[in-house]
């Protein structure tokens, strides 16, 4: 399998990337044909809005350091 993983700016693996082709073929495997793609992208787009809502409301709390300008641009660079 022709997998790659997608690293943030600190070099953590934050995802995997499936090849299309080999997405198909997993779900015919494994019966995951009910599973739609509209959904899931909307899911993890739902999923990363709550995770930046609850990032910003740390940054305001002063739990976590806000991110410096830098680290923001290269961060938007590796979407």
Not at 38 to 51: C, G, N, P, V
Request: charged content about 35%; hydrophobic content about 35%.
């Amino acid at each position: 399998m022709n997998l790659q993983y997608i690293a943030d700016h600190k070099g953590d693996v934050t995802g995997v990337f499936i090849p299309i082709q080999e997405w198909e073929a997993l779900r015919k495997q494994l019966d995951l044909s009910k599973i739609d793609r509209t959904e899931i992208s909307k899911h993890l787009h739902k999923q990363e809005l709550l995770e930046s809502f609850e990032q910003m409301r740390s940054i305001r709390a002063k739990k976590i350091q806000k991110p410096s300008l830098n680290d923001f641009l290269d961060e938007l660079e590796e979407l």
